[in-house]
């Protein structure tokens, strides 16, 4: 049920509207016998999904319908009360109407149904050559077209010139939405829709003429219709891909941000693994909703579910941040949707987990804390002040310095991204110094030693955002990262770093590095005894560059034992090892007796290590030698299908920044959502056939299909 509390787009339903095509009912519901079928036909085959399509059981094999015949052989019709296959133009001419062909005619095509798959190929590549079948398919397309179009060729010039210029509006539609340009402006005459058909009506009489006698064609209702459509083939394009793969298994991420307009848009991806083992992470919409609590968002991402016909029972992972809406044991959205799928494995999105490692870390260490707080306050003044930027400008040219790079302050929220406004204080200090003639070699000191920790955090924190990375790779990457971090922590790498600043404040003519002043902590907490004091400078800053790294470390174990990871490792270890875990029971889809039995076979034929080693191993393998290993590739895509990150929702937010600025807030949801699935699918909007958006749209109409 649709919570009264959340705005759903109005129109995604049509997405999966039924149609003759696309229904994926059971086929026995209804009456039976030979002459319903032909009750069933409607106005297009009847094309159904191949799971609901009777099998035909052999002596030693089982065989079934293949649904790339429905792509090949576009006449054919499904028959529920038959329980086999027809030609649609066949049956409907042969069907209706006595004939003298009739007689030559392949009953089983017509009236009877053919179901005998093991001669499938044979059969259809026969009937489709015969002459029956030309004969059926003339008079279908005849009957089609009106009685005027028929007698009167000027009237189908008329029509040609009306679809060719109905191509080119549409084509204009589709080409901004791409780019993500607006259609409208302030006057709908000077929107870059308008100006766009103008300058294609010049030297294109029957456009202009055209355009003329059917301005309607170019009003806001055709613009929005033309995006509605292109939007929701794309998005039915992604769920029919699921729907093909051999084990339907998807993962939800979610994301939330504000418009320009103040609105709260939560960002929806899916992500799967396609038949050739490459993870897959795709954009399906922004959703306003009115409350951000974790039931609500809940409740919005079920809809979806529901609206794309994706079943909440084949939902295996789930990806957000961790703020408490999201993330909560009790009351948020992860613990929502486990308590109707408990198999849906939340994992906390690790870009999101370095970020707050690296925020603890430099803010364990105060001096790091403070010499950060200084490379901001640098950015700002250089932003904000014309003075101070055309000074510091005078003086990094005078020095001759190689690469002249402006002060950046730092990222408020993203503390894995300040690497980059650091380097540029550090690589101008001697500039930095004579403009601003106040700053102190402390802070460039402690500045390196931050950039120190903070560049390697920066590196996992990109290498996370890939579309591909799995949840086994991002361990793997966070424990060579600890790895590294433990390595810097020794007397040499410490002393290295501070003798190369030392040398540095020497070359600068700066004071020697000096020991902050430390306050005497209170006697209550100390005793009788002496509270321990450092001896030397050295000693102090040692203490506070172990401190930043063991807080790294500590953090990234905390971070990154969540439960959801801990149970794919388990998954990892099955598959990796070849030994059964009791979670292995837990999931519908796998078979225990007959995994134990394919892991055997696979180990004594194949040497891996990791999860991604044996997806590589199974791309390189031929379709009959896979097929041999269906478990185990079923546990394979289990793993890979859990995300690493959120990171795809967030790049729809740039697009959204694009797409609502302040002069577009007045844009309605459903319009923004249709022009954000077309600007973020590009080449899915570029290889969509211009010709069936048209037909789509003209259909919508009768006064449209008769001038078209």
């Not at 009790?330 to 490692?357: F, R, S």
Request: glycine share 4%; proline share 3%; with cysteine.
């Amino acid at each position: 049920m649709i919570s009264e509390n959340i705005q759903v787009i109005p129109t995604l339903h049509v997405i999966f509207q039924e149609t003759d095509r696309e229904r994926e009912t059971e086929p026995g519901r209804g009456g039976s016998g030979l002459d319903q079928h032909k009750e069933e036909l409607g106005t297009c085959p009847h094309q159904p999904n191949t799971r609901f399509i009777e099998t035909q059981s052999l002596k030693n094999k089982t065989l079934k319908f293949q649904d790339s015949w429905f792509r090949q052989y576009k006449w054919l019709h499904y028959s529920p009360s038959l329980k086999g296959v027809l030609c649609f133009y066949c049956s409907k001419y042969f069907g209706e109407q006595k004939s003298a062909l009739a007689s030559k005619a392949d009953g089983a095509f017509i009236n009877t149904g053919f179901s005998n798959w093991k001669k499938a190929l044979q059969r259809f590549s026969e009937h489709e050559d015969s002459d029956c079948h030309s004969a059926a398919v003339t008079t279908y397309l005849h009957q089609k077209q009106p009685v005027s179009t028929q007698l009167s060729s000027q009237l189908q010039k008329q029509q040609q010139v009306a679809r060719n210029s109905f191509l080119k509006i549409v084509g204009g539609v589709m080409c901004l939405a791409r780019q993500g340009n607006a259609l409208r402006g302030h006057d709908n005459k000077e929107g870059n829709f308008h100006q766009l058909i103008k300058y294609k009506a010049e030297g294109d009489e029957e456009l202009s003429s055209w355009l003329q006698r059917h301005n309607n064609f170019t009003s806001p209702k055709i613009q929005n219709e033309v995006l509605q459509i292109v939007s929701n083939t794309i998005v039915r394009e992604i769920t029919q891909e699921i729907h093909s793969l051999p084990v339907v298994q998807f993962s939800l991420i979610i994301d939330g941000t504000q418009d320009a307009a103040g609105v709260e848009q939560e960002s929806f991806c899916l992500r799967f693994v396609d038949k050739n083992l490459q993870p897959r992470e795709e954009f399906i919409g922004l959703y306003q909703v009115t409350s951000t609590t974790g039931e609500n968002i809940a409740s919005v991402a079920k809809d979806v579910l529901i609206r794309l016909n994706l079943p909440l029972s084949q939902l295996r992972g789930q990806t957000y941040d961790g703020a408490a809406n999201m993330s909560g044991r009790m009351q948020g959205v992860q613990a929502h949707i486990k308590k109707e799928q408990p198999l849906a494995v939340y994992v906390h999105c690790g870009p999101h987990c370095v970020n707050l490692i690296t925020q603890a870390a430099c803010v364990s260490a105060p001096v790091i804390r403070d010499a950060m707080q200084l490379v901001h306050e640098l950015g700002v003044l250089f932003n904000q002040s014309g003075k101070f930027k055309a000074i510091f400008t005078a003086v990094a040219k005078s020095d001759r310095t190689a690469t002249h790079t402006s002060l950046k302050p730092l990222c408020p929220t993203r503390w894995t991204v300040r690497t980059p406004a650091m380097r540029s204080v550090l690589s101008q200090y001697e500039s930095v110094l004579t403009a601003t003639e106040e700053s102190q070699s402390t802070t460039m000191e402690m500045s390196a030693r931050a950039k120190d920790v903070m560049a390697v955090m920066e590196e996992l924190n990109i290498s996370l955002q890939q579309r591909s990375q799995t949840t086994s790779g991002m361990l793997a990457a966070v424990d060579h990262v600890k790895r590294g971090l433990q390595a810097k922590r020794s007397e040499v790498h410490f002393d290295w770093l501070y003798s190369r600043g030392s040398q540095i404040v020497t070359s600068l003519n700066l004071q020697p590095i000096k020991m902050p002043h430390v306050r005497q902590p209170p006697k209550r907490f100390t005793g009788p005894a002496t509270s321990h004091s450092h001896s030397t400078a050295q000693a102090y800053y040692r203490m506070q560059y172990y401190n930043t790294l063991d807080t790294a470390v500590v953090q990234c174990n905390e971070r990154f034992s969540q439960d959801g990871l801990q149970r794919l490792q388990k998954l990892e270890d099955v598959l990796i090892s070849g030994n059964i875990d009791a979670v292995v029971d837990e999931y519908p889809e796998l078979d225990a007796m007959a995994l134990e039995v394919q892991l055997k076979m696979f180990q004594a034929n194949y040497t891996c290590t990791t999860s991604s080693e044996v997806a590589d191993t199974f791309r390189e393998m031929v379709p009959e030698v896979r097929h041999l290993f269906k478990q185990v590739e079923i546990l394979l895509r289990l793993l890979m299908v859990v995300p690493a990150s959120s990171a795809e929702a967030e790049r729809s937010f740039s697009a959204l920044r694009r797409l609502k600025t302040w002069l577009r807030t007045m844009m309605t949801q459903t319009r923004l959502n249709n022009v954000a699935i077309c600007h973020v699918h590009q080449e899915k909007l570029d290889a969509l056939d211009r010709k069936q958006i048209c037909q789509s749209l003209v259909e919508l109409n009768n006064e449209r299909l008769q001038s078209m």
